[in-house]
């Protein structure tokens, strides 16, 4: 009597060995994208958000024009010279870097003459602008930001964010011209370069 054997077929080591790779291999891919684009939509909120902090700066800046507030007088001066001491005016631009952001031993240089303006909440119509130094600027935790005082907390503080204003291109003592620039750079998770961004607003008059 002749005994018949049933052969069962399955799947080898190797077969095995290559599914698991090919699917190790495919979460991976998987993961990496997902990460990338976790990434870019924190850089877009973050860039999103710095260009509202800057926007802000540029809005009190045109309403001290506007108004010939205080605070738009301590700016340019009370008088036809610029950089004579009774201004903010400065022909020493600190230009944005891709490389590292600026700290406040360089902000705070007496050549550059940076600073940032915030308003006053104990009274109104009042604002104050800030000349950059050890103790209101620094780096930025998150985004590049402007973090307002409050009655509590009357000290403002910059994270990452600058203004200078400059004489502008043709102005005359007749018809003064103002250009004021407007920077943020703050460090981005991941990356080994900062994020920058600037703006330049022009103003005519005192």
Do not use: K
Request: glycine share 6%; proline share 6%; hydrophobic share 40%.
């Amino acid at each position: 009597m002749t005994t018949r054997r049933s052969y069962e077929t399955g799947d080898t080591i190797v077969e095995m060995v290559m599914a698991f790779a090919i699917f190790s291999f495919a979460v991976v891919i998987t993961t990496a994208i997902m990460n990338r684009g976790v990434a870019l939509s924190q850089q877009s909120l973050e860039v999103t958000l710095v260009r509202q902090q800057m926007d802000s700066q540029a809005e009190i800046i045109r309403y001290l024009h506007d108004t010939h507030n205080a605070a738009w007088t301590s700016l340019v001066g009370t008088d036809a010279t610029p950089g004579n001491g009774d201004d903010r005016i400065t022909t020493n631009i600190m230009p944005l870097s891709s490389a590292t952001c600026p700290n406040s031993a360089t902000l705070g240089s007496a050549s550059l003459r940076a600073f940032f303006i915030t308003p006053n909440p104990s009274t109104p119509d009042a604002f104050t602008v800030s000349t950059i130094t050890a103790a209101n600027y620094g780096g930025a935790t998150t985004y590049a930001r402007v973090v307002y005082p409050t009655v509590a907390s009357p000290t403002p503080t910059s994270q990452g964010i600058w203004v200078q204003i400059a004489s502008a291109e043709g102005s005359t003592p007749a018809v003064p011209a103002y250009d004021v620039y407007i920077h943020g750079c703050w460090d981005v998770s991941g990356q080994t370069q900062p994020m920058t961004q600037g703006t330049i607003v022009r103003l005519y008059g005192r």
